[in-house]
């Protein structure tokens, strides 16, 4: 599978047999790391699988993508439609044996994907490359929606607090919407919302999205209940 430069929109990339990993609770983004802690025996076959092939899985938060599939009522009652469902396409970095059981799985996401069809089990699917889309409106405005993202998420965090976890932010060249999944994977989030943010191949929505939320944790920050925590744990959303 070719691995293509997510910012380019209408690139066609092939569909390969890939092993899919279900973490449920975890969404995992493109262009950021996520340790993964495995115990049960299929999750290790599975990353066993892909380490002696390309080392790229695909890992979703819910395995209804595949047994929701409907049927088709063209008289082929066992063939499936196409499965459409966002998820995160990502290679292996590292893999720790901390016991006999246990594994500590370092993957890097790469890109955001679909399961185009089941191939013999709800453990392997036709994954392919979704490509991000670019309005026209976005190419606008694309530097104002990156400050505004950038000042919301300041006002979240003192500088003091962000300086151990992003570096001299105001230095850090991202694209639109790598910046918008690098912020998503530090924030604690409901699932529903960092699901909505992976499924949102189109990067305005996508910035329209984390935008909100940004707004609403800040509108929270105004109970006196509201503890901080920084940084939140990336693996967890």
Known sequence: ????????????????????????????????????????????????DAQNSNGLLAIA????????KKRKTTGQN??????????????IVSVVQQSSEDILVLVEGISRATVKEEITSSQWGAVQIAVDIVSTELAFHREEYKQELWGLYQLLYSEKQMESFIPQTSNLHL???SLCDFLAASL??????SSALLGACDIHLRC????????????????PTQSEIFPPAFSGN
Request: with cysteine; charged share 15%.
């Open 61 to 68: 938060h819910d395995n209804k993508i595949i047994h929701n």
């Open 208 to 223: 329209k999205l984390l935008i909100e939320y940004l707004r609403e944790l800040l509108i929270q920050r105004v109970s």
């Open 1 to 48: 599978m070719t691995i293509p430069d997510n910012n380019l929109a209408g690139l066609q990339v092939q569909t390969e047999e890939l092993p899919l990993l279900f973490l449920p609770e975890i969404v995992c983004f493109p262009g950021t790391l996520l340790p993964v802690h495995i115990s049960d025996s299929s999750g290790r076959s599975l990353v066993h």
């Open 78 to 91: 066992n063939a499936s439609i196409e499965v459409s469902h966002v998820l995160c396409l990502c290679r």
């Open 175 to 177: 694209s639109l919407g």
């Open 188 to 193: 604690p989030m409901p699932l529903v919302t």
